[in-house]
């Protein structure tokens, strides 16, 4: 079975900066792309940021310049440093992974259970 675990959500006034961590575990094989997600209450779940197996990174137009992601292939980690933070950022954020399990040939996509957070102003 495979977990992808977040950490890092709170409380923070805009201005301020947070930073959420993502690890996966289980019987993994490779993690192809890992991404951070959002969804606030009445709109649909939306792409963040991802990051490649190579480094390559993609933002949302309205995080850019503000969050940066990262990856530690040697943990299976995926991290999101959010700077700047405005109170339209508050959201479930909800890491993504797309990886191969040990003994499998496909690739399949897995999600975090979420981790809010919430910009006051």
């Known amino acids: 079975q495979v977990q992808l675990v977040e950490s890092g959500g709170g409380l923070v006034q805009a201005g301020g900066s947070l930073k959420l961590s993502c690890a996966a575990s289980?019987?993994?094989?490779?993690?192809?792309?890992m991404g951070w997600y959002r969804q606030a209450p009445g709109k649909q779940r939306e792409l963040v940021a991802m990051?490649?197996?190579?480094?390559?990174?993609n933002y949302a137009e309205s995080v850019l310049g503000r969050f940066t992601i990262s990856r530690d292939n040697a943990k299976n980690a995926v991290y999101l440093e959010m700077n700047s933070l405005k109170p339209e950022d508050t959201a479930v954020y909800y890491c993504?992974?797309?990886?191969?399990?040990?003994?499998?040939?496909?690739?399949?996509?897995?999600w975090g259970q979420g981790t809010q957070v919430t910009v006051s102003s």
């Open positions: 289980g019987r993994i094989f490779r993690i192809n792309t």
């Open positions: 993504n992974a797309d990886l191969r399990r040990m003994y499998s040939v496909q690739i399949n996509t897995y």
């Open positions: 990051v490649g197996s190579g480094g390559s990174t």
